[in-house]
């Protein structure tokens, strides 16, 4: 059968031949396409349309805080809309899938109600000036509830849109809100750091005062001065150092107990002179004469005298050495006369005299055992000489004092390159810490107004331009395209069972299968010659697909009522449009 050429005669055979296997799928998909649309429950939609208005101030004299964009802040509202307590108590206060409640877990519920909530944006062409070309932006966005109650639909719809409108102001805010909290907070930080930072510069300052910068320069300078002063303090001392020289060379040539003299060459006895003069004239007298002698008490009261005036005047250096050559001159005579030799006596007097009165001057409250000077050039030249010691002397002190701040400079200078270091850190630090707290002082100011604007409701808003109505007719089903294609699909499964039943068939129907089989034509073919009895079966046979077709007409025509329009309005529009 498949080798056969099949015209369009031969498909219409076919059919009427396998007529049954036609009408019943197509009866029973068509029964049950139209069963479906009219008993799917209806689904009502309610729309709300919400306009993403800009702020009223311009960006460039306000900058808001909120810099999310419109279909990623949609989205993020969104989520916080859709969750669990929110949709629970919205459930619960319309009542909504009230038999679902009884039957599926709570889980179930509430995914079922997620699927029915729906928010899309609309986006257009916004020309920017400053870009150049049009751009897709987010303008506006529809929030949309479905149920199968229109009353519920409107109700629910228009609870999620003020939900929504509540929630962005209450994330605009505390956006705002958080932003102005969090540049106070670093803000104060940064102050807090400066402080800090001040407090450790200060101390730092303070440690180490002579090693700083500014300072150094100041130390190099004074360093430079002091080598200055130290060249000028040794050039003083060589000058003064060959003053002593000379000094020193004409006292040695200067005899420091010479006699003054007058204009005439006469010596001048004053009372100290006139005292020695005595005390070198008693021990020759006393030699020469008894104790009681006038001239030995005469000469012992005038020096008794002049020791009140003048005080002791004894020099016992002289007198040791007088008494010493006194010695040497009565071992000499000694050796040449006896004990009792005038001369020798005399010597032994003096000697004695002597020892008296060297004895006598070591216990006297008026003795002096040093030798004072008496010549006035002499004097002199030791006074000059003591000046230039002391001036020698004060500029050694000060060359030790200098040297002594050199070197605590040299120090200073030293470590100043360390203590740069980390004083420079510490301004950098203190810099910018300065500049990040006014960048954070200037933020803030804007995070403040910002804030401002948001609690005036002048930035970026949502405003509900379309209000969520009832609707008037379902979203879905869509009865009519079930119809449609529960039609389609009758037509193509019963084609397709009666193709079926054709290519599973053996049994030969026509002349053309005959002489395919044989390969020759048949000479006749004798036609089929129904019984009563098969008759009567093809009779009822069209019965039954009449009274179907009867069935599904009413069914469509029921179904046209109800779900198209009603069927007096049908009739008017069609009596309008035949008479127009």
């Known amino acids: 059968m498949e080798n056969q050429a099949i015209d369009i005669k031969d498909y219409l055979k076919i059919i009427k031949r396998r007529r049954r296997f036609l009408v019943i799928p197509f009866l029973i998909i068509a029964l049950i396409s139209i069963v479906l649309a009219v008993l799917l429950p209806a689904v009502y939609r309610s729309t709300s349309t919400i306009l993403i208005e800009a702020q009223e101030i311009p960006a460039e004299l306000v900058h808001s805080t909120v810099t999310t964009f419109a279909d990623q802040r949609i989205q993020m509202i969104s989520q916080r809309i859709m969750t669990r307590p929110n949709l629970t108590e919205i459930i619960k206060k319309y009542d909504l899938y009230a038999e679902e409640r009884q039957k599926e877990p709570e889980e179930v519920i509430l995914e079922k109600m997620r699927k029915s909530i729906k928010v899309e944006t609309i986006s257009a062409d916004v020309a920017n000036n400053k870009s150049g070309p049009a751009q897709q932006a987010t303008i506006a966005f529809t929030l949309t509830f479905d149920d199968k109650s229109p009353e519920l639909a409107q109700k629910v719809a228009n609870e999620l849109t003020s939900l929504f409108l509540k929630e962005n102001i209450k994330s605009r805010t505390e956006s705002a809100e958080n932003a102005a909290l969090f540049l106070s907070e670093e803000s104060k930080r940064l102050k807090a750091k400066i402080q800090e930072i001040q407090q450790n510069l200060a101390t730092f300052k303070e440690k180490n005062l002579n090693q700083l910068p500014q300072i150094s320069a100041m130390n190099q300078q004074e360093l430079t001065s002091l080598s200055n002063q130290l060249l000028q303090l040794d050039s003083q001392e060589r000058t003064l150092q060959d003053r002593r020289y000379y000094l020193e060379g004409e006292l040695a040539q200067i005899d420091p107990n010479t006699m003054a003299t007058n204009a005439v060459g006469n010596r001048v006895f004053d009372m100290k002179d006139r005292l020695k003069e005595l005390q070198s004239q008693y021990p020759s007298v006393l030699s020469n004469h008894s104790a009681n002698h006038p001239d030995v008490i005469k000469i012992k009261r005038e020096i008794d005298s002049l020791q009140k005036e003048i005080g ?76 230039v010691n002391t001036e020698i002397e004060s500029l050694n002190f000060t060359r030790s004092r200098v040297q002594s701040k050199m070197e605590e400079l040299r120090s200073s200078l030293r470590q100043s390159p360390l203590v740069e270091k980390e004083y420079m850190d510490l301004i950098q630090d203190l810099d910018n810490t300065n500049l990040r707290y006014r960048e954070v002082s200037a933020r803030e100011m804007e995070a403040q107004i910002s804030q401002q604007l948001e609690m005036e409701r002048k930035g970026e808003r949502f405003t509900l331009i379309d209000p969520p109505q009832e609707p008037l007719e379902p979203v879905s089903p869509n009865r009519i395209a079930i119809m449609v294609l529960g039609m389609v699909l009758a037509v193509a499964s019963g084609l397709g069972a009666v193709a079926l039943t054709e290519m599973l068939d053996s049994t030969v129907n026509s002349p053309k299968a005959v002489a395919a089989i044989l390969g020759v034509e048949p000479l006749a073919s004798i036609p089929y010659f129904e019984s009563q009895k098969e008759h009567q079966a093809h009779t009822n046979e069209r019965r039954m697909l009449l009274i179907g077709m009867a069935i599904a007409g009413i069914l469509a025509i029921v179904a046209f009522h109800f779900i198209v329009m009603p069927l007096d309005v049908f009739w008017y529009k069609l009596l309008r449009v035949v008479g127009n």
């Open 312 to 387: 002791s005047n004894t020099d016992l250096n002289a007198m040791n050495g007088e008494l010493t050559d006194r010695k040497a001159e009565l071992a000499l005579l000694l050796k040449q006369y006896s004990d009792k030799h005038p001369d020798v006596v005399k010597l032994q007097k003096q000697i004695s005299a002597l020892q008296q009165s060297l004895a006598s001057a070591k216990q006297s409250d008026y003795s002096n055992a040093s030798i004072q000077p008496d010549n006035p050039a002499y004097i002199t030249l030791k006074s000059q000489l003591a000046s």
